[in-house]
């Protein structure tokens, strides 16, 4: 199992510029999230999934778009990047077992640099 | 979800065993108490959870008082690989699983 694949590892941006941060897990988990994480700060829920074709927002969207076509890809896509977004992004994933949430997996970052 | 609240940091000394206590008074009787911690720069990594039984794995204890308005994870035999910010967080095990500023654990050698 390689758990929760984040890529790229580095990405720097123009101000303007759109990308896509990837995210694959495999190991059939239906809970799927995206955190971001300012340096010093804490991590702030950007968007999360509970299954294929279902998402929601977190605390904070703004900026970012998800969705999620299959049950192991969770892609964030930044539409028009900002300064403000200069963060590390952790996508993370969970299941239930014997009806309790198990604890998340998280990958192990994207670090995102805009200027 | 209920609010916890943590000290925003401890030390302990290497071998010994580091109490993290939290307290979470609004808890409601569904709620589970989660601990994840942070190494630097790392993704988050679970820890362990619990209801109202006090919990052990191969990582750590979690002991949640009877009321259960406050536990405490123990980390048995701390060693440096222990050094990290730990994150109390009590929720219902939904989708949506949101951290607060957590106890910045330093382990003295």
């Known amino acids: 199992n390689a758990g929760v694949t984040q890529t790229p590892k580095f990405q720097v941006l123009k101000t303007g510029q759109s990308m896509t941060l990837q995210c694959a897990q495999d190991m059939n988990h239906e809970y799927m999230s995206w955190y971001r994480q300012d340096p010093g700060m804490g991590l702030r829920l950007i968007h999360y999934?509970?299954?294929?074709?279902?998402?929601d927002q977190g605390e904070v969207p703004n900026g970012y778009n998800v969705s999620r076509s299959t049950t192991e890809d969770f892609p964030l896509r930044l539409l028009s990047a900002a300064p403000s977004q200069t963060s590390v992004y952790f996508c993370?994933?969970?299941?239930?077992?014997?009806?309790?949430?198990?604890?998340?997996?998280f990958g192990s970052g994207t670090r995102l640099t805009v200027v | 979800d209920a609010k916890t609240t943590q000290p925003p940091s401890m030390d302990c000394a290497e071998g010994r065993a580091a109490n993290l206590p939290c307290n979470h008074s609004?808890?409601?009787?569904?709620?589970?108490v989660y601990w994840y911690r942070q190494i630097h720069s790392q993704g988050p990594q679970y820890i362990i959870h619990?209801?109202?039984n006090n919990e052990t794995n191969e990582m750590a204890s979690l002991i949640i008082t009877e009321d259960r308005k406050s536990s405490t994870l123990i980390l048995p035999h701390a060693t440096l690989r222990d050094t990290a910010v730990y994150y109390c967080i009590a929720y219902f095990g939904n989708e949506k699983l949101t951290f607060g500023t957590g106890t910045r654990l330093t382990i003295i050698p």
């Open positions: 999934s509970v299954g294929a074709g279902i998402t």
């Open positions: 993370a994933s969970s299941t239930h077992w014997d009806r309790q949430l198990v604890g998340y997996t």
């Open positions: 609004t808890i409601s009787g569904n709620e589970y």
């Open positions: 619990g209801l109202k």
